[in-house]
Antibody, heavy 123, light 110 residues
Framework: QVQLQQSGPGLVKPSQTLSLTCAIS??????????WSWIRQSPSRGLEWLGR?????????DYAVSLRSRVTINQDTSKNQFSLHLNSVTPEDTAVYYC?????????????WGQGTTVTVSS | QSVLTQPPSVSAAPGQKVTISCSGS????????VSWYQQFPGTAPKLLIY???KRPSGIPDRFSASKSGTSATLDITGLQTGDEADYYC???????????FGGGTKLTVL
């Protein structure tokens, strides 16, 4: 079955870059039909979609407008994983971060989620 | 503040039915499929409903959903204590070009 395994630091200093990785098993980051997203959750902001990457003969990335200047999602096909990079973080970026799959049979839904990574932005 | 509006909490007795609403607009629910998620404390959300009213394999038919205009609803019948969780709706928002979610509804089974 498809599984997503997240990795990355739980503590990031203000103004630095938050980087998380999501390793995929049972599917491919290069799938021509799925998409791979990052979503975060905090008490103040609820569930917030950050962006996604997907392959349709070439790579595409979509980002939340509110974060577009600070967020990058890339992929490593050799390791079958994708990563989130959020720069210039502030305490407001403290949240639980999830990676998730948007499958072709459930457009706009997220059927597989990573285990979540609690990230605290603090000096 | 979430784009989609859900009641903060609902409650009902075991065996009863509960309905959770999700209100949006023409730029989101009005023109796109809706999903519903169930989340227990400390765990990732779990997909309950996709394409507005479809259940993934393994989700019991006690969970059903529908949409009318710019609002969607999730119905849970035959409530069980194990259904106590937070429930979220989600869809695409074409004006913001983002996936959006409701603020979540905490279900209490009395």
């Amino acid at each position: 079955q498809v599984q997503l395994q997240q990795s990355g630091p739980g503590l990031v200093k203000p103004s630095q870059t938050l980087s998380l990785t999501c390793a995929i098993s049972g599917d491919s980051v290069s799938s021509n039909t799925a998409a791979w997203s990052w979503i975060r959750q905090s008490p103040s902001r609820g569930l917030e979609w950050l962006g996604r990457t997907y392959y349709r003969s070439k790579w595409f990335n979509d980002y939340a407008v509110s974060l577009r200047s600070r967020v990058t999602i890339n992929q490593d096909t050799s390791k079958n994983q994708f990563s989130l990079h959020l720069n210039s973080v502030t305490p407001e970026d403290t949240a639980v971060y999830y990676c998730a799959r948007d499958p072709p049979w459930a457009l706009g839904s997220f059927d597989i989620w990573g285990q979540g990574t609690t990230v605290t932005v603090s000096s | 503040q979430s784009v989609l509006t859900q009641p903060p909490s609902v409650s009902a007795a075991p065996g009863q039915k509960v309905t959770i609403s999700c209100s949006g607009s023409s730029s989101d629910i009005g023109n796109y499929y809706v999903s519903w998620y169930q989340q227990f404390p400390g765990t990732a959300p779990k997909l309950l409903i996709y394409l507005t009213n479809k259940r993934p394999s393994g989700i019991p038919d006690r969970f059903s959903a529908s949409k009318s205009g710019t609002s969607a609803t999730l119905d849970i019948t035959g409530l069980q204590t194990g259904d106590e969780a937070d429930y979220y709706c989600g869809t695409w928002d074409s004006s913001l070009s983002v996936q959006v979610f409701g603020g979540g509804t905490k279900l209490t089974v009395l």
